[in-house]
C-alpha cells in the first residue's frame, strides 16, 4: 500500500466515523474531500 491509497483511506475511515456518530459536519467533510481531490489531481501530470 502505498501513501497515496493510505491517505485517501484515512480521510474516509474519518468521514464514515463521523457519519456513524451522526454528527457529520459538514464543513470538515468538505475540506477533507477537497484535500482529497486537490492530493489526487496533483498526482496526475
Known sequence: MNA????VLL????AIAMFVR???RMDV???MMTG???HA???TD
Request: charged share 10%; glycine share 4%; net charge neutral.
Open 22 to 24: 451522526n454528527r457529520p
Open 29 to 31: 467533510v468538505a475540506l
Open 4 to 7: 497515496d491509497l493510505a491517505f
Open 36 to 38: 482529497v481531490v486537490q
Open 41 to 43: 489531481s496533483a498526482g
Open 11 to 14: 480521510l474516509l475511515a474519518a
